[in-house]
């Protein structure tokens, strides 16, 4: 997940300096490649080199390339956190082996030698560009159903209920039997004292929160028929992209930035719908056809819109509200007028 905010939002000004800040770090880091690193790539630690040129930076860790023998070879993500480190590389091992090709293959990850942070390595996706049109909206499509419908479980959440991060948020994954307690407790609950905790305390926020967890959430959740499936997670467009089949140059969708965990299929929509990029007419319906909508599908929309307000609410704690807290408040108040 990259910087998506709120334009008006107070807290630009914090992260702007964050950003500064971080680009230091990571030039000192490019200048003297931590040995931890090294040690944890195949051969000679002198075959491998940081570029000068800035990848990316977050207000959560900061990303380059690492090359081999001159060549672009991995990404390198690195960050304060633990659990975000940890939950990317889980996430990208779960997501390569249903589904080889579709997301960047996890290397090694691991904590640097003076113990001030966590790294993450992959494979590079080379020549990655931004996906779109009809044709690599119906191969996302088929990828991610596959995904979905090849990748299951017996629990919702992770096995261990190992921590994964959406943005700089660290979610709990307990595994958990049924769908609705999981999404109610440990995504919409949890989200909503996430937000008090930074936000400080909204009584209108509480009052709505506590009507959708405690009779939305059941009403809507508590009568389909869903089984765990794994999902990226946090499939906005920014987090998806195409890249050439280096032995027949076709276009291949691939997805990255993951927090994969066990969850309803149709959760993944959620963020989808939040933010656009898919709507030239290919992904929804080459999904649909080779995973339904759940019945009923008359309610299908506002489960969407449901499992679209963690979003909101997480871009809220994120990012001081703002906008993303008004959207919310709109959200829940839609949802409560119909199953409140």
């Not at 990255?256 to 933010?275: P, T, V």
């Not at 307000?309 to 703002?322: I, Q, T």
């Amino acid at each position: 997940m990259g910087l998506r905010h709120d334009p008006n939002s107070q807290s630009n000004v914090g992260q702007q300096r964050w950003v500064h800040q971080a680009r230091i770090n990571l030039f000192t880091l490019m200048s003297q490649p931590d040995p931890a690193i090294l040690a944890a790539l195949p051969g000679p630690s002198s075959d491998y080199s940081i570029p000068s040129s800035l990848h990316s930076v977050a207000s959560f860790g900061t990303a380059t390339t690492i090359n081999k023998s001159g060549v672009p070879t991995y990404f390198l993500k690195c960050a304060r956190s633990k659990n975000l480190i940890e939950g990317e590389y889980n996430a990208l091992n779960l997501i390569s082996r249903t589904v080889p090709g579709f997301c960047p293959d996890p290397v090694a990850a691991g904590q640097f030698s003076d113990g001030s942070r966590y790294f993450v390595v992959a494979s590079l996706l080379k020549d990655l560009r931004s996906g779109s049109g009809r044709t690599w909206e119906r191969k996302l499509a088929e990828k991610l159903a596959k995904l979905h419908t090849d990748a299951t479980s017996h629990m919702y959440g992770l096995p261990g209920g190992q921590v994964t991060c959406c943005g700089a948020t660290e979610m709990p994954n307990p595994p958990t039997k049924t769908w609705s307690e999981f999404y109610g407790m440990h995504r919409l609950q949890f989200i909503l004292d996430e937000n008090t905790r930074v936000n400080g305390r909204d009584v209108e926020l509480d009052r709505l929160g506590r009507t959708v967890v405690e009779r939305v959430v059941p009403r809507l959740l508590g009568s389909i028929k869903s089984s765990p499936s794994l999902v990226h997670g946090d499939l906005w467009a920014g987090n998806a992209g195409a890249i050439n089949d280096p032995e027949t140059g076709e276009t291949i969708p691939v997805v990255y930035d993951a927090c994969a965990f066990y969850a309803d299929s149709e959760y993944e929509l959620g963020i989808m719908r939040m933010f656009g990029g898919f709507t030239s007419g290919g992904f929804y319906q080459r999904y649909h056809e080779l995973v339904p909508e759940k019945e009923p599908k008359a309610e299908y929309d506002d489960r969407i819109r449901l499992y679209r307000l963690f979003h909101e609410l997480n871009h809220a704690a994120l990012f001081g509200g703002g906008w993303y807290l008004d959207a919310a408040k709109s959200s829940m108040r839609t949802l409560i007028r119909k199953y409140g």
